[in-house]
DNA sequence: CAATGAAGTGCGGGAAACCGCAATATGTGG
DNA sequence: CCACATATTGCGGTTTCCCGCACTTCATTG
């Protein structure tokens, strides 16, 4: 059996190693990258099937190899370590998992029987693993209650990346009402309302910048969901 | 001579440890704090002199723990030892470096040569030692060329944080057009115009938001300075 | 099939953003 | 003191944002 690791951080790098050799007697083989698209690269070359990686990371998003490689080879098992539990990277990971496919989702702030629990249930037993903290947003954000639906993350994306009106509509072929509309929805659950107490004179927010700002400060967005939707928006433009 | 390690992940901690007592035989005693605000407390308890610290921690942001450190003694030597070299992160240490202490700035890349060189200089020289990859930055950033002047970083923090024009020239004392000639600047600097290529019918960008996107992706913002400036917002916002 | 509800569209209007132009500070060096 | 650059302010006007209101689809359900 065989492990490949995508991490950029050296420590965590060796410590997941460690890990690994300690939680999987089975495994006689581990292989490394540092960046993304390294890990992409030695996947293909050693058909590998139980990956570890992170997500933040320089050379490629750990999103985008996992969509690489479950692209060319869905049955991969793909556990990722992360920092962070922002609702955007919850949202990109389980966007982009094939059907039926083992994978799992823990955070580096757990402790290490967490983290070895988790590789033999993914690896071996072929489970979904997935962290509460983890689990929590995910359940928020694909059911209703409080949580976003596909088309108002779109039009947050958009505003985020600095589009007017009239560009959302256009991208998204909608009429520049509708596009409206969305952004109100938004701007409702995003409570960007009961903005200021006291004397309101005068607006303190311009809503759509203020959206951004919230969103971002409650982790719904984040900078790398940003490049991400960035060079799709860059593709868009030229295409047309 | 006493080192205090403020840093939230625990692999770097012990890597830090032993990088310390390998280049700092006349170290005798490491104490290790795992956030900011216990960072600080530690600081005081210890009347530590001499600490190495991480940004972006989690309960107090190392900007804020070495603000209050360098306010009860400015002599306190810092060495700041960070995974990014973002803008917002340069601006926020030289921001708060109080004249003449001795601080550093090192990329948690480094390789380990270059961390012990730069704790030794630190600590037992006396120097400032700041990697090139961010002296670059700092260069930029104080000078002319293309960097910010302090009011048009403001400007952009406040726009970050979804004020309208109104509100910003309340919060700094501003007439209105003042503002917006700020932002015109800001925009210029940007590169905000230049915006799409062809068919020049309709404006695709909205200016502010898009202010905020390119400066997110450029790393002159980044999310824990706009925490940061929310709650100063919050403060300034109750005390009227 | 009628009823209910959710999403999209058009119209109209008030508020904010964006910006050219010109007058007035403020300040720095000769 | 004057000359010059820079920053601030006011005025006016266009564009975009924000949103209430009314009408149309379209799908779901009893």
């Not at 490394?32 to 996947?43: F, P, Q, S």
């Not at 954000?141 to 958009?158: A, H, I, M, N, P």
């Not at 991208?171 to 409570?191: F, G, I, M, T």
Request: proline share 2%.
């Amino acid at each position: 059996m065989k492990i490949l690791i995508i991490e950029d951080d050296p420590l965590h790098r060796v410590y997941l190693r460690d890990a690994i050799t300690e939680a999987l007697p089975e495994c006689d083989l581990v292989i490394e990258a540092d960046n993304g698209l390294a890990g992409e690269k030695l996947a293909r070359e050693h058909t590998a099937t139980h990956i570890v990686m992170d997500l933040q990371m320089s050379t490629r998003t750990g999103i985008e190899a996992a969509r690489t490689i479950w692209r060319e080879r869905p049955e991969t098992a793909i556990l990722f370590w992360s920092n962070y539990s922002d609702e955007a990277y919850v949202r990109g990971v389980s966007r982009i998992v094939p059907e039926g496919a083992a994978y799992g989702y823990v955070l580096k702030t757990a402790s290490e029987g967490r983290l070895k629990l988790a590789l033999r249930g993914i690896f071996i037993e072929g489970q979904c693993v997935i962290d509460r903290e983890v689990r929590g947003l995910q359940q928020k954000s694909l059911g209703q209650r409080g949580g976003f639906t596909d088309s108002e993350y779109e039009v947050l994306v958009d505003i985020a990346l600095g589009l007017t009106d009239r560009a959302i509509a256009r991208r998204r072929n909608l009429s520049l009402r509708s596009v409206q509309n969305r952004l109100q929805q938004l701007y409702e659950k995003l409570d960007i309302y009961r903005a200021t107490s006291p004397e309101a004179d005068t607006a303190t927010y311009n809503l759509r910048a203020r959206a951004v700002s919230v969103a971002l400060l409650r982790k719904l967005l984040n900078v790398s969901a940003l490049e991400q939707a960035e060079v799709e928006l860059g593709d868009w433009m030229t295409r047309r």
